[in-house]
C-alpha cells in the first residue's frame, strides 16, 4: 500500500536538497504499484543551465532509466510543488497515474516563480506555416 504522506515528505526532502545545491525548492518522487520509490529527482535548471530540468522531468528520466521503459503505467508521482504544465504533460506521455502534490501554483508564485502564467492560453504564440 502506498504511503502518500511519506513519499510526499521525500520529494520535500528533495526539495531542501535542491536549495542546498544551489538550485529552487522543487523535489519530485515516483513510486511504482508495489510502493517502491523508482525514480527521484530534484530541479536543475539553473545547474545545468536547462529550462526543462523541473524536479518531475528529472524524476521521470532517473525512474525511466532505472526501470529500463518509457512506460510508467501504474506508477504515482509525488512532488513538491503543483506541477507546471510541462511536467504535467510528460507524467502523461509517462502514462503516470496519479500525481500528488504539497503546494500550488499561488504559493510557487509568492516565492517568486512565475509558474502560474503558463496556465493561461495566451503565454506563447504557435504558428502554423504550410509548405507550399
Known amino acids: 500500500m ?9 520529494a520535500i526532502k528533495l526539495s531542501d ?6 538550485s529552487s525548492p522543487f523535489g519530485c518522487v515516483i513510486v511504482n504499484p508495489q510502493g517502491e520509490v523508482i525514480g527521484e ?11 526543462t530540468a523541473h524536479g518531475e522531468i528529472v524524476a521521470i528520466r532517473n525512474a525511466c532509466a532505472n526501470i529500463k521503459s518509457f512506460d510508467l503505467s501504474g ?8 506541477p507546471c504544465p510541462m511536467c504535467l504533460n510528460a507524467a502523461k506521455w509517462a502514462n503516470i497515474k496519479e500525481i500528488y502534490y504539497a503546494a500550488d501554483r499561488y504559493d510557487a508564485e509568492h516565492i517568486g516563480f512565475r509558474d ?17
Not at 504511503?3 to 521525500?10: D, F, G, T
Not at 506508477?75 to 503543483?82: A, K, N
Not at 496556465?119 to 502554423?128: A, C, N, R, S, T
Open 2 to 10: 502506498l504511503n502518500h504522506q511519506e513519499n510526499l515528505q521525500k
Open 116 to 132: 502560474r502564467i503558463f496556465y493561461e492560453d495566451d503565454v506563447l504564440k504557435v504558428i502554423q506555416l504550410k509548405n507550399e
Open 75 to 82: 506508477c504515482v508521482l509525488y512532488t513538491s510543488c503543483e
Open 17 to 22: 536538497e535542491s536549495v542546498d545545491n544551489g
Open 41 to 51: 529527482g530534484y530541479n536543475h535548471v539553473v545547474l545545468d543551465n536547462d529550462p
